[in-house]
C-alpha cells in the first residue's frame, strides 16, 4: 500500500518555460510523509509534454501525468477534475504549471497545522508575485498581516483573489464532491474555496512560501481577461456562481453575497470609466467605504487618466530597478 498522504495537483498547458521550475519545487519538498504529483498536461503545443515526460523517467513513483491529445479547456470539460478524481492522498496540494513554491518545509507546515486541527477543510500562506520570466520579485502578496482564521463571509467578499491558488491545501474528500454553484463557475479556486469554508474552517498562515507568475501571455488572466466583453462576461458568470451559493446555502449569506456582486459590477463600471454611475444610488455606498488611496485613483483615473498611467508606469520601472 502506497499509503500517500498529500496529492500535489498540477494543470499545465504550454508551460515549457516554466514547468521544470513546478516540479524541481515539488519535488524538494521535506517531508515525514509520501506524496504523489499528479499532472494533467492539456495537449500543450509546445515542449511542455516532452519535459514532462523527462521528469516521469526519473521519478516515475512519485510523478503521474496524464497528457491529453486533444485541449479539453477549449471543448468546456473541466480540466481540472482530472487530478482531483484520481487522487490518493488525504490532502490536495494546488499549484498550477507556471507558479512555484519556494519553501521546502511548505507542505510539512500546513499538513501539520490541518493534523492538529482536523476542522480545518482548508489552509493557505502568504506568497511572493513574480515577473514570469525573470522571477524578479514584485510584491509579497498576503491576504492578512499574521496568520488568522478566515470567516466564510470574508471568503465571500475576498473574491477570488483573497488567496494564492497556489498555496491552497485542502481535504481531497470535500473537492471531490462539489455542490452545482462550484461546478458552474468559471474559475474554479473562488468557488472552492466558499465550498471548503462552508464545511469547515479556512486558516491563513502568513508564511511566504510560494510564487506567482505575472505577465505570461498563456496565462489564465491574460487568455480570459483580455478585453472589456471578456471582463464583462467572467463577472456575469461570478454573479451567477454568487446567486447559485445564494440558494445553496439558504440565504444564510445574502448580506455579503449581494454586496460582493454589487463591489465587483461597481469595479467593472470604474474599467469602463463610467463615472458618474459610481457614485448614484447603492454604488455610492460602495465608494464611500473605499480607503483614501484608492478614491484618489477613481478620481485621477477620471480627470487625468494620462497622469494616473505615468504614475503607474513609474512605478512599474522603479520596481523593476529595483529587483535587478
Known amino acids: 500500500m502506497e499509503n500517500i498522504l498529500v496529492s500535489i495537483d498540477c494543470i499545465t498547458y ?15 519538498q521535506q517531508t515525514n510523509f509520501k506524496y504523489e504529483i499528479l499532472i494533467h498536461d492539456d495537449a500543450s503545443t509546445d515542449r511542455t509534454a516532452e519535459i514532462i515526460r523527462a521528469y516521469e523517467k526519473r521519478y516515475p513513483e512519485i510523478i503521474k501525468p496524464i497528457y ?25 496540494a494546488i ?23 482536523p476542522k480545518c477543510s482548508l ?21 492578512y498581516k499574521e496568520s488568522t482564521i478566515v470567516s466564510v463571509s470574508d471568503v465571500i467578499a475576498g473574491g477570488g483573489g483573497l488567496f494564492l491558488t497556489n498555496s491552497m491545501l ?12 462550484v461546478e ?28 506567482y507568475r505575472v505577465g505570461d501571455a498563456n496565462s489564465w488572466t491574460a487568455l480570459n481577461f483580455s478585453n472589456m466583453e471578456d471582463r464583462k462576461e467572467h463577472f456575469h458568470h461570478i454573479a451567477k456562481m454568487l446567486d447559485e451559493l445564494n440558494i445553496y446555502t439558504n440565504y444564510q449569506y445574502e448580506h455579503v453575497i449581494e454586496n460582493t456582486k454589487l463591489r465587483n459590477h461597481f469595479f467593472l463600471l470604474v ?28 478620481t485621477m483615473s477620471q480627470y487625468c487618466p494620462a497622469l494616473l498611467n505615468f504614475l503607474k508606469s513609474t512605478r512599474k520601472k522603479l520596481v523593476r530597478w529595483a529587483t535587478k
Open 184 to 211: 458552474a463557475s468559471p474559475v474554479g479556486d473562488y468557488p472552492l474555496a466558499i465550498h471548503l469554508a462552508l464545511l469547515g474552517t479556512v486558516y491563513y498562515m502568513d508564511d511566504i512560501m510560494s510564487a
Open 271 to 298: 474599467e469602463q470609466r463610467k463615472f458618474s454611475d459610481i457614485k448614484s444610488g447603492q454604488l455610492y455606498n460602495i465608494y464611500s467605504t473605499l480607503d483614501f488611496k484608492r478614491k484618489c485613483m477613481i
Open 68 to 92: 491529453q491529445l486533444e485541449n479539453q479547456y477549449s471543448k468546456g470539460v473541466a480540466v481540472e477534475n482530472f487530478n482531483s478524481k484520481r487522487a490518493k492522498g488525504k490532502y490536495l
Open 95 to 117: 499549484c498550477e504549471g507556471d507558479d512555484y513554491w519556494i519553501d521546502p518545509c511548505k507542505l510539512q507546515k500546513q499538513v501539520d497545522y490541518m493534523e492538529k486541527h
Open 123 to 143: 489552509c493557505v500562506h502568504a506568497g511572493n508575485i513574480v515577473t514570469a520570466s525573470e522571477k524578479k520579485l514584485l510584491a509579497q502578496y498576503r491576504s
Open 14 to 28: 504550454n508551460h515549457e518555460q516554466y514547468i521544470a521550475d513546478a516540479l524541481d519545487s515539488f519535488l524538494m
Open 170 to 181: 485542502c481535504l481531497t474528500a470535500m473537492v471531490q464532491k462539489k455542490p452545482k454553484f
